[in-house]
């Protein structure tokens, strides 16, 4: 997904990208390190149903 909505949307733009996300329909979400926008992902794929595979934390 491209940032486009940078001006918009200022430092929310990385969480409104991850609403776009979801409209694409993915069948399920890997997760991978990073910042706070990951669990973002993970909370909107949770409540839709979508399977999760989660590399976040170390085992």
Not at 30 to 38: C, N, P
Request: hydrophobic share 40%; net charge neutral.
């Amino acid at each position: 997904m491209l940032p486009d909505e940078s001006a918009k949307y200022g430092s929310a733009a990385p969480f409104e990208r991850n609403g776009h996300l979801f409209e694409a329909l993915p069948a399920g979400l890997f997760l991978f390190f990073g910042a706070g926008t990951q669990d973002n992902v993970a909370g909107k794929g949770g409540k839709q149903g979508k399977p999760l595979w989660d590399f976040q934390r170390a085992n």
